[in-house]
């Protein structure tokens, strides 16, 4: 049984940091993907990880501030962001694929079979 679990998210200042974890089901994922989907708007990409070889991307809005990791050992994929901003507000969710994702499609949902439940991200100016 596949199963991912956010946990982390929290509410936090402008400026501060939080470190959200995915741990996963023992799966040979290809490719672990973080996304997150702000109120009435649609859920988008923010950091990929292919885990072998550890390629990573980032969307544009958060280069430079957040960082995907990937630890096989303990099953389980990170999302380091810092410096948050009030636009980093949303619902982030953990996601993840038996393929190896590339470019363009690192961001795309259909790209992903297997997501989990989200974790809470608040960040207040």
């Known amino acids: 049984h596949v199963q991912l679990v956010e946990s982390g998210g929290s509410s936090v200042q402008a400026g501060e940091s939080l470190k959200l974890t995915c741990k996963t089901s023992?799966?040979?994922?290809?490719?672990i993907g973080w996304f997150r989907q702000a109120q009435g708007k649609e859920r988008e990409g923010v950091a990929t990880?292919?885990?072998?070889?550890?390629?990573?991307y980032y969307s544009d809005s958060v280069k430079g501030r957040f960082t995907i990791s990937h630890d096989s050992a303990d099953n389980a994929a990170y999302l380091w962001m810092n410096n948050l901003e009030p636009d980093d507000t949303a619902m982030y969710y953990c996601?993840?694929?038996?393929?190896?994702?590339?470019?363009?499609?690192?961001?795309?949902?259909?790209?992903?079979?297997?997501w989990g439940q989200g974790t809470q991200v608040t960040v207040s100016a």
């Open positions: 023992e799966h040979p994922f290809r490719t």
């Open positions: 990880i292919q885990t072998r070889g550890g390629t990573t």
């Open positions: 996601a993840a694929s038996n393929l190896v994702v590339q470019s363009p499609n690192v961001f795309r949902v259909p790209s992903f079979r297997f």
